[in-house]
């Protein structure tokens, strides 16, 4: 599968942004989609990440209550809802797509958030 992250950009702090990941294939229901970031100089961190079903998702402490990842079966498409946004959730920004029997992982590549104080 490859996926395209789109949807990054320039924010000032408390605003919002929409990210997509839109999957090539058939299969995308077969997939876990997950959100990663990974700012300068940090090592790449896991934000959230939905099941085939979007029945369940789950986040990192830092982004609950602000972030909410959601998916479009019928569109092939993941979403990171980013909402009162800080400063440093400035990072490079990956969507992951993890098959749910063989866990063979993919990447997209990286779309830049930048927050502005």
């Known amino acids: 599968v490859q996926l395209q992250a789109s949807g990054g950009g320039l924010v000032q702090a408390g605003g919002s942004l929409r990210l997509s990941c839109a999957a090539s294939g058939r299969t995308f229901s077969r997939y876990t989609m997950g959100w990663f970031r990974q700012a300068p100089g940090k090592e790449r961190e896991f934000v959230g990440t939905?099941?085939?079903?979007?029945?369940?998702?789950y986040y990192a402490d830092s982004v609950k209550g602000r972030f909410t990842v959601s998916r479009d079966n019928a569109k092939n498409t993941a979403y990171l809802q980013m909402s009162s946004l800080k400063p440093e959730d400035t990072a490079v920004y990956y969507c992951?797509?993890?098959?749910?029997?063989?866990?063979?992982?993919?990447w997209g590549k990286g779309t830049q958030v930048t927050v502005s104080s």
């Open positions: 992951n797509a993890r098959h749910t029997y063989s866990l063979t992982d993919y």
């Open positions: 939905i099941i085939w079903s979007g029945g369940r998702t």
